[in-house]
């Protein structure tokens, strides 16, 4: 009967260690446009805020040409 438990406690363990994947936040799903007269700020700042509040993730920027000011990462976060 030990043994089994102690199976038991060692796959729940692996299963706890294994990472999860990370979700990724495409910034024209927040409204961003790829044109460099736009200012993209908002819609990139509200990529990485939700990015940020479910855990962290990749902001993901697709091939364009994206206006914006300045932007501030967040733990866990990562711009690509």
């Given at each position: 009967m030990f043994r089994h438990g102690l199976?038991?406690?060692m796959g729940i363990a692996l299963l706890w260690c294994?990472?999860?994947q990370a979700k990724i936040y495409?910034?024209?799903?927040?409204?961003?446009?790829?044109n460099?007269?736009?200012d993209n700020t908002g819609p990139i700042r509200k990529a990485i805020?939700?990015?940020a509040a479910a855990g962290g993730g990749t902001v993901y920027v697709p091939a364009g040409d994206y206006g914006c000011?300045?932007?501030q990462?967040?733990?866990?976060v990562a711009l690509h």
């Open positions: 199976i038991l406690s294994l990472p999860t495409d910034i024209t799903d927040f409204g961003a446009i790829s460099k007269a736009a805020a939700s990015c000011g300045g932007l990462l967040k733990s866990n």
